[in-house]
């Protein structure tokens, strides 16, 4: 789609599934794989229902006859193609991931960008250009940024906006440093009250990240959480999986307490919620600490 018509709109899609339905599929050790990447998990549900049967509590083992490691992989490998797309001397840049790439100009010569990134914890990125003069870039603005802008060699850069980038007015220069700069803030993301399994729920997103809640960090059931929306959500930094950003939200929790779990129906007397709080990390990182229970649309309020 991004060669057909390079709109932002597809470059957000493209970000969030590589990101979080990608790189999910792998465990951090790169020894076991999901062939599913469910949003709800509850173990005991997952094992037993045949409703559920495809869905893992855990990753597995690589197969003896394997298609989706080996898909992972490979798109793994190629992930310097979805970076940019070119015509002729104007090129888009779609991902702001750390890589190095050259572009033959058409007056001849080549331009060399390198790319560094604090994505996808921070809006931050400096790309750096040397070699021949005269290539074009546009840089996309993902849909979450807030307070974008580009500075060249420090100083502020005009740019006009089209289908999501940022046109940058002047051709790239031999030692031109550009640095592009933006906001991103966790939020909170519903879906169309059509989309019957997710009706009253909310996600929180962080940037191009889904995140989750997990049993380890939390309690059990997940579900009875419900997630007060008008309270804000809280980053806190994590030495978890080599430096990662977790997140907190606030809200109530069901009293299971004065219920026998031997007791599957009363009559309805009202519900008592205790404040509480749920922990999340990214998605992609979930059940690589051990299995439990995972959740990514929570009740909400």
């Known amino acids: 789609m991004l060669k057909l018509s390079p709109e ?45 049967k495809a869905v893992n509590p855990s990753r597995v083992k690589w197969f003896g006859c394997a298609c989706c490691p080996p898909n992972i992989t490979r798109t793994l490998c190629e992930l310097g193609t979805y970076v940019y797309t070119r015509s002729g001397d104007e ?8 890589n190095e790439a050259v572009f033959p100009l058409q007056q001849g010569g080549q331009a060399h960008l390198l790319c560094e990134t604090e994505m996808p914890w921070q809006g931050r990125a400096k790309i750096v250009c040397s070699g021949a003069d005269g290539l074009r870039l546009r840089l996309r603005i993902p849909s979450y940024a807030k307070n974008f ?29 550009l640095t592009v700069n933006f906001e991103i803030q966790a939020e909170y993301m519903a879906a169309n009250p059509r989309v019957t399994e997710d009706c009253g729920k909310a996600a929180v997103v962080r940037g191009p990240l889904v995140y989750c809640a997990e049993q380890i960090d939390n309690f059990a059931p997940l579900n009875t959480f419900c997630a007060d929306t008008s309270a804000a959500i809280r980053e806190e930094k994590s030495d978890l999986f ?21 007791e599957l129906y009363r009559p309805w007397n009202g519900t008592k919620e205790v404040p509480c709080t749920m922990k999340l990390l990214p998605y992609f990182l979930w059940n690589n600490r051990g299995e439990g229970e995972m959740l990514v649309w929570m009740r909400a309020r």
């Not at 076991?32 to 559920?52: G, I, K, M, S, T």
């Not at 090129?91 to 750390?98: A, E, F, K, P």
Request: net charge negative; with cysteine; glycine share 10%.
């Open 8 to 52: 932002g709109k597809y470059a957000d899609v493209m970000e969030r599934a590589l990101y979080n339905n990608v790189i999910s599929g792998i465990s951090q050790d790169g020894q076991r794989y999901f062939y599913v990447n469910p949003l709800e998990v509850e173990p005991q549900v997952a094992r037993y229902r045949e409703d559920h």
């Open 91 to 98: 090129v888009h840049q779609h991902l702001y991931i750390g």
């Open 149 to 177: 802008e580009i500075r060249r060699g420090g100083s502020p850069e005009p740019f006009t906006v089209c289908d999501g980038y940022a046109i940058v007015q002047r051709p790239l220069e031999n030692g031109d440093i």
């Open 242 to 262: 080599g430096g990662i950003m977790m997140l907190e939200v606030s809200g109530t929790r069901l009293d299971v307490s004065a219920w026998d779990e031997n």
